[in-house]
């Protein structure tokens, strides 16, 4: 994985019921089990009156490949500053300009 690239992490589900999360930001460095990335975390907790939180502030987190379900390529313009979360239907996504919208989460 090459640095600077924007980047959509979902994390693996080690359990069921475990609720969704990812992560979201510019890949500053990838090694051969680490991949660090500064950017805000998308949680979800549907039995709350707001299902879907992210961070405030953007932060530098290492995660090891093993804990990565998948990772989708992001438009380079793309700003964690205005993440645009929205319920269509039975799915929670992720609004991306000028690319498909990333599905995160379904609420059934």
Same mark, same amino acid.
């Given at each position: 994985?090459?640095? %600077? ?23 500053? =460095? ?6 660090? *990335? ?6 979800? +907790? ?9 961070? +405030?502030? &953007? ?6 490949? =093993? ?5 989708? *390529?992001?438009? $380079?313009?793309? $700003? *964690? &500053?205005?993440? $645009?979360?929205?319920? $269509?239907? %039975? %799915? ?5 300009? +000028? ?5 995160? &989460? =379904?609420?059934?």
């Amino acid at each position: 994985m090459k640095p %600077n690239i924007m980047v959509l992490v979902k994390l693996k589900q080690y359990y069921h019921g475990q609720k969704p999360s990812f992560f979201i930001g510019k890949i500053l =460095e990838a090694s051969e089990g680490w991949v660090t *990335i500064h950017g805000k975390g998308i949680l979800f +907790d549907t039995g709350k009156s707001k299902p879907v939180s992210t961070h +405030d502030e &953007a932060r530098t987190i290492i995660y090891p490949k =093993e804990n990565i379900a998948h990772i989708r *390529i992001l438009p $380079d313009h793309f $700003d *964690i &500053a205005l993440l $645009d979360v929205y319920l $269509d239907k %039975n %799915n929670w996504y992720l609004r991306i300009s +000028d690319a498909p919208d990333a599905c995160l &989460a =379904e609420t059934a």
